[in-house]
C-alpha cells in the first residue's frame, strides 16, 4: 500500500522539439494560406483593371460609395452599379437599390440571388465618361470589377436587360 502513495502522477507532454515541430508547422499553414488570399487579391484587382479598360454591358460594378458621396449614413458605403449601355465615349450604368455596410455583404448578396430580381436596379441610367471610371477607379470608388459568366456571377444568376 505504501507504493502506490508513493507514485507520482506523471503528465503526458510532448517533447520540447517536438513542440517547435508543430509550431512551426502551424505557422507554415498559416503563412501559405495568407499567401493564397494575396495572390488572389492581386489577381482580381488586375482583373479590375483590364475589365475598366474595356467594358462590356452587363459588367458589375462594385462601388464604395464613401468616395462618391458626403452624405452618407453611417451604416451606408457599399453598392453595386451595373453597365447597361457602352458608347464610344461614355458607359450607362444603373444603380443597385441596396445599400450595405460591408464589402463581404455585397458578395453574399449576389450570392443569393439578389441580383436577378427584376427591380433591384434602378431604372434611369446615369451616363458616365471613360475619364471618369478611370477616376473612380483610381480614387477607390470602384473597387471591384466583375464580368458574369455565361450570366452567372457567384454561382447565380445575373438578370440581363
Known amino acids: 500500500m505504501l507504493n502506490t502513495l508513493e507514485t507520482k502522477q506523471l503528465k503526458p507532454e510532448l517533447s520540447k522539439p517536438l513542440n ?32 475598366i479598360l474595356s467594358p462590356q454591358v452587363n459588367d458589375i460594378y462594385f462601388l464604395d460609395f464613401r468616395s462618391l458621396s458626403d452624405k452618407l449614413q ?10 447597361v449601355r457602352v458608347s464610344d465615349d461614355n458607359v450607362a450604368i444603373v444603380y443597385g437599390r441596396v445599400f450595405y455596410q460591408w464589402q463581404y455583404s455585397v458578395v453574399n448578396s449576389i450570392q443569393y440571388g439578389d441580383l436577378s430580381n427584376d427591380d433591384y436596379f434602378m431604372l434611369l441610367p446615369e451616363y458616365i465618361p471613360f475619364s471618369k471610371i478611370k477616376e473612380m477607379r483610381g480614387n477607390g470608388a470602384i473597387y471591384l470589377v466583375k464580368r ?4 452567372k456571377l457567384y454561382g447565380n444568376f445575373v438578370m440581363s436587360e
Open 20 to 51: 517547435k515541430l508543430v509550431l512551426l508547422t502551424f505557422l507554415l499553414v498559416i503563412a501559405y494560406f495568407g499567401y493564397e488570399k494575396y495572390v488572389f487579391h492581386k489577381a482580381e484587382q488586375t482583373e479590375t483593371t483590364v475589365l
Open 74 to 83: 453611417r451604416k451606408n458605403k457599399y453598392k453595386l452599379a451595373k453597365i
Open 148 to 151: 458574369p459568366m455565361q450570366n
